[in-house]
Structure formats: C-alpha cells, structure tokens
C-alpha cells in the first residue's frame, strides 16, 4: 500500500514570504523525487474564486458572513481532490487556508466559533508553518498592494486572531509552528525544512479531519 502523504499549510501576513516559502520547499520536495502538488487558497480560477477575486480586488461588494463562506467553499470545492493526492502519496502544500479564513473575518467583528464552523470537517494540515513578521517590517518589504485588507491596521488585528488560533490549535495538539519570518528568505528556508522532515515520516492513515 502507498504511504499516506503529509499536507502541510503555510500560513502568515501578507508579505511575509509565504508564497515564496511554498515554492522553495515544493521545489526541494521535488528534487528529492517525491510527489508534490501545491494549492493556493483563494482559488481564484474557479467560479467561486472568481467572485472572491473580484470582491478583493473591490470590484464588487459583499456582506462579511457572505464572503467568508465563500471562502470556505472554495476549500470545500477542492477538499476531496486534497484528500485523495494525499491518500495516492503526493504531499500537499497550501499557500493559506481555514486559518486566514478566521483570521480576516473575525477581525472584522464576526464570533470565531462563527468563522470556523464552515470549515469544520476539511482535510486537516499534518503540519502549519505560521511565518510571523512584524506588520511594519511586512510594509517595509515593498509595501503592500492594492486590494481589501493590504493595510498596516488590518494585518496588525489579524495577527492577533493568529495569535489566538496558535493557542487553540497547539491546545488541541496540532502540529503548528511559528516562523520567524523577519529574517533572509534561506534562514527562513532553513527553518522550514527542519519543521518538514521532522513530519515527513510520521503522517498516518486516514487523512484527519479539521476540529472535529
Ligand atoms: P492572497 O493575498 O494570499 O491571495 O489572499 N483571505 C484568504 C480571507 O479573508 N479568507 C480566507 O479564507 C483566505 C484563504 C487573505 C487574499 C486575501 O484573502 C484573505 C488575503
Ligand atoms: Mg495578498
């Protein structure tokens, strides 16, 4: 029987390397030959996605429990094909995922039991790597784009709710680990690596599930 594959979540601020952090530990997977996929959450090519693309870009306007399922959805929309790479043996990456989700609802003033019920039951991370930069250090790093929530304020409440999501889940017994992220991109990539390999032979069958 194929061994099980860990799925493993990246999650932080805008800024804080997170994109680039998945790329770089995807690209190290692969040269190692094994199977890897990496997903983006938001999803922004499929219908779902989509309508979250345009509200982040404001092009449209949604009430707050509104976008929050959506973005739920769109995890929802991909949690089978998750489940199933990781059943065949090929690792799972995610660039964010149900943690941003509470995170940038909650900040707006929505109950966290609230956020995180649509997304109770979905595949569950074997590993989160929480990369964790100062919001001015983020600003400083070339600042931050156009779209809703790219402001100083906004990720300072959000890394609060972070905050509050480390504690549950480390209560919990999650695997979850916090990054440095204020540091170059290898000492980060260092760090990464060592919170992976210390996973990559300890995942078990079934596929768990999220806070259930
Ligand atoms: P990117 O900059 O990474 O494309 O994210 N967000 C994300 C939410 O509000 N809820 C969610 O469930 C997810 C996954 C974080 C775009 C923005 O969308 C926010 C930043
Ligand atoms: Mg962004």
Not at 185 to 207: A, C, N, R, T, Y
Request: negative net charge.
């Amino acid at each position: 029987m194929t061994r099980r594959a860990p799925f493993i979540v990246v999650e932080g601020l805008d800024r804080s390397g997170k994109s680039t952090q998945a790329s770089i530990l995807c690209d190290h997977l692969t040269s190692l030959g094994l199977p890897v996929e990496l997903f983006k959450f938001p999803d922004r090519r499929t219908a779902i996605g989509k309508m979250i693309d345009s509200y982040l870009r404001s092009e449209s306007d949604l009430d707050d429990r509104a976008i929050h399922l959506l973005f739920s959805a769109n995890r929802w929309e991909l949690a089978s094909t998750i489940s199933s790479h990781l059943e065949k043996g090929t690792t799972i990456i995610a660039d964010r995922y149900a943690f941003s989700g509470i995170a940038f609802s909650a900040r707006k003033g929505l109950s966290y039991k609230w956020c995180q019920a649509p997304d109770v039951g979905l595949p569950a991370p074997d590993l989160t790597m929480f990369l964790d930069i100062e919001p001015d250090i983020a600003q400083a790093r070339g600042g931050y784009g156009t779209e809703r929530y790219e402001q100083e304020e906004v990720q300072r409440d959000v890394r609060q709710v972070f905050e509050r999501i480390e504690k549950e889940m480390t209560h919990a017994g999650a695997r979850w680990v916090k990054i440095d992220a204020g540091r170059t991109q290898k000492e980060v990539s260092q760090d990464v690596w060592v919170h992976v390999q210390s996973i990559l032979d300890s995942v078990h069958h079934p596929v768990g599930t999220l806070w259930e």
